[in-house]
Structures are given as structure tokens and as C-alpha cells.
């Protein structure tokens, strides 16, 4: 295998995570190709939030600047009990939390998170981005790769040294590889559906959730029902909302029709001003929350799933996109910093990222536990929230938000 095609890596997938790794091995001198099988690229979801562990990241690849421009730094995290709108608890952002992880906790919409990526990607002359190219075939014969994608315009065939499976909850690049690698899963239905919708800030329901929620910060109401998730996005024009329930599967698919009865009846015993928030802000956009848990997230001939491709989880800890960016860049380290030993890079690169999703994923089902807490438990948990000053809930997420990938030494 020549020296060339062993540098080149090919990536499915250009979404968050893909295009974060397409930067990072482009930073390193990888030539990269990007595989992408919309022909346009299409931003899927609404808001999403990009810790200081994510924001640092981008600030280094150079996408921060560019976000910056349309992203908000909220003021702090709130709790609040969605019956009675009091609140519960607020971790600081802010300066404050810039301060003290070192980089700035922001609120953006997704597209604008896409849009820097991609003009990013569209400076980088090692990257190669090709849209309407979905990948029909992978052909492994160690150490060469095979990639054959379909286009308009025929069949492409791209062959590399490293494969980068960052194509999604329903990757395809997992599900090609499955005959071949049995730990390699298909994704679950988690049993939960995220309600969506995006509002002018100064349209009626804008204006509702002003009443409701403070406009610099993350507002989180809390009920046994469902919780509900807000914050402004694209430059404070328009407010995100996120709300959670229980549902039955509906589309295989990012987005599907639910009965918004569902979400209605989730919501009762809910303040009165919160459900007007919901009646102004329809109609949502049900999204099915699918999972993905499996033995491995690699392969030795030299494929790695990163993102939700290999860890799709639930967003209770808001951290998809941001655990889909360390995953980029931690990988494009350890290949570049041991390009003589593809498949030991590969097999450190897992047992190093394993426990820290792993402590992610037990932080998110402790929040929707504590989130949907009814009687007894949800009286402790406001006991407990009101005794713990802002500083120690901000130092609770200095194991998650300080983050740093430290340097790997061989001996």
C-alpha cells in the first residue's frame, strides 16, 4: 500500500461529527473525503447546546469565531418546577463559566453549528467533500480500503487506510460491516420522543416564554410528565424548545407524526402560563429518540464509528453533538501522533473514549430520573437542589465541561 492511500481517510457522514474529523485530520496533513449521500445538506433537528468540552474543540479548528457570530452565550442553566414556574436551582455560565472551563458555553441552532463547519471544510484544501455519494460497498484487504459510493453521475471509488463511520444513528457504514464485525448493532428505540419547535422571538409564543423563562439562559421546566427544554438561538431572533415524553415508535426515521395529544396530556398539571407556551408554539415536530449500544466501535482492518454512529444516546445530558466532536478530534490525534500503528491507534483511541461515554450516559438517565421525579422523590429533590449552593452544581460538571484530551505516551 503506497504511502498516499495509507494517509487517506474517507468519512461518512457529513454532519456535526463528520466534518468536525474532516478538520481535525486536515489539520494533521491528512488528505480527507468526505462521502455525504444528500445531494444538498440538510440540517436536521433545531437548537442544540456546545459545552466548554465541544466549544473548546472548535475554538482550536478554527470554527468558533464563525459561530460566534449567531450563537448566544446564555447567562445560566435553570430549573424550574413547570406546575408552579418557581425556581429550583441555576448553575452559572456565562463569564463565570467561561472563567472556569477555560472556553464559552453556547446555544446555537444546528444549522449555524453546520454552516461554520462547512465553510471551514470548504478552506481546507485536503478536504474533500462529495454530496449525493452514498456508500453501496466497503472492501476491506488490509491495510486497503475500498469505498464505492453511488452518485448522479455514476460510481465512485475512493480507497484509504482509515474508514470513519460518522453517518448517524442509522449508519450505514455500521450496518454494511455488521455481517462482518457481529459487535457492530442496529439502533433501539429508546421508548422516549423529543417534541420540537422554533419561535420567533417576538412572535406570541416568543413572547409567552419570556414570561416564563429568562431570555439569556437555558430555561428547563421539570414536571413527571415530560420536561421541556429552552433557550434563544440564531443571534436571540428566534427561541428553541425541546420537550420530552414518553411514545410509542413511530417513523423509522429523525422526524415522524406523533398525536400531539400525546404531548398534551404529558403536560397536565403544568402552569398555566406554560401551557399557553406550548399551544402558541405548535405545531411540533415529533422526533423519535433511538439509541445505540454495542461491543465495539472499531475495527482493526482500520474503521471507526464515531458520534451517534457509535453511541447515539438520549439528550438529557446535551451532550450528542458535543461526545460526536471530542470523538473527531481525539481520533485524528492518537492516528497522527502513531501513523506506524493504525490498529493499536485505533484500539486506544476506544478504550480511552469507552468510559468517558459511558459516565455520560449514566449522568443523562440521572437527570431524566431526577427531571421527571414525582411525590416523595421529587420533594427530596428540590430539598437537595436548594441546599447546594451554584458553585457546587457548577463543580459537580467540572469532570464533564473541563475536559481536555491529555496527551498519550507510548512506551
Not at 122 to 144: K, W
Not at 284 to 296: D, K, Y
Not at 345 to 353: A, G, H, I, K
Not at 377 to 401: C, G, S
Request: proline share 5%.
Amino acid at each position: 500500500m503506497d504511502e498516499g492511500r495509507s494517509r487517506q481517510v474517507v468519512i461518512a457522514g457529513a454532519g456535526i461529527a463528520g466534518l468536525t474529523a474532516a478538520l481535525a485530520f486536515a489539520e494533521r496533513g491528512y488528505p480527507v473525503t468526505v462521502l455525504e449521500q444528500a445531494r444538498q445538506l440538510e440540517v436536521v433537528g433545531a437548537g442544540l447546546q456546545l459545552s466548554p468540552n465541544a466549544t473548546r474543540i472548535l475554538r482550536r479548528l478554527g470554527v468558533l469565531d464563525r459561530l460566534r457570530l449567531s450563537a448566544i452565550r446564555p447567562e445560566a442553566v435553570v430549573l424550574k418546577d413547570a406546575a408552579t414556574l418557581r425556581e429550583l436551582a441555576r448553575v452559572p455560565l456565562g463569564q463565570i463559566g467561561e472563567d472556569r472551563w477555560r472556553a464559552p458555553y453556547l446555544v446555537a441552532h444546528r444549522a449555524d453549528l453546520h454552516a461554520a463547519l462547512t465553510a471551514m471544510v470548504a478552506e481546507r484544501p485536503e478536504i474533500e467533500l462529495l454530496t449525493g455519494a452514498r456508500v453501496t460497498d466497503i472492501a476491506i484487504a488490509s491495510p486497503n480500503i475500498t469505498v464505492t459510493s453511488e452518485t448522479d453521475g455514476g460510481r465512485v471509488e475512493v480507497g484509504a487506510g482509515l474508514l470513519v463511520g460518522a453517518d448517524g444513528v442509522w449508519s450505514t457504514v455500521r450496518s454494511q460491516l455488521a455481517g462482518r464485525e457481529p459487535a457492530f448493532a442496529r439502533s433501539r428505540f429508546s421508548g422516549e420522543l423529543a417534541w420540537r419547535a422554533t419561535v420567533a422571538a417576538t412572535s406570541a409564543a416568543g413572547q409567552a416564554f419570556a414570561a416564563t423563562g429568562a431570555l439569556d439562559c437555558v430555561t428547563a421546566f421539570l414536571h413527571p410528565g415530560f420536561h421541556m427544554v429552552a433557550y434563544p438561538v440564531s443571534g436571540g431572533s428566534a427561541v428553541n424548545l425541546a420537550a420530552f415524553t414518553k411514545g410509542e415508535r413511530i417513523a423509522e426515521g429523525w422526524s415522524g407524526h406523533a398525536d400531539p395529544a400525546i404531548l398534551a396530556s404529558a403536560m397536565r398539571g403544568t402552569s398555566q402560563a406554560l401551557a399557553r407556551l406550548a399551544t402558541l408554539a405548535g405545531p411540533w415536530t415529533a422526533f423519535p429518540i433511538h439509541t445505540v449500544e454495542q461491543r465495539r466501535w472499531t475495527m482493526p482492518e482500520g474503521v471507526a464509528l464515531i458520534g451517534d454512529a457509535a453511541h447515539a444516546m438520549t439528550p438529557f445530558a446535551a451532550q450528542g453533538a458535543a461526545m460526536g466532536i471530542e470523538d473527531a478530534a481525539m481520533l485524528a490525534s492518537l492516528v497522527a501522533d502513531f501513523p506506524a500503528d493504525p490498529r493499536q491507534s485505533l484500539s486506544v483511541w476506544e478504550n480511552l473514549r469507552r468510559p468517558r461515554i459511558e459516565k455520560v450516559l449514566r449522568r443523562g438517565a440521572l437527570n431524566r430520573l431526577a427531571w421527571h421525579a414525582w411525590g416523595p422523590v421529587a420533594i427530596a429533590r428540590n430539598l437537595v437542589l436548594a441546599t447546594r449552593p451554584a458553585e457546587k452544581l457548577a463543580a459537580d460538571l467540572d469532570w464533564l465541561y473541563g475536559w481536555e484530551q491529555r496527551k498519550v505516551v507510548r512506551r
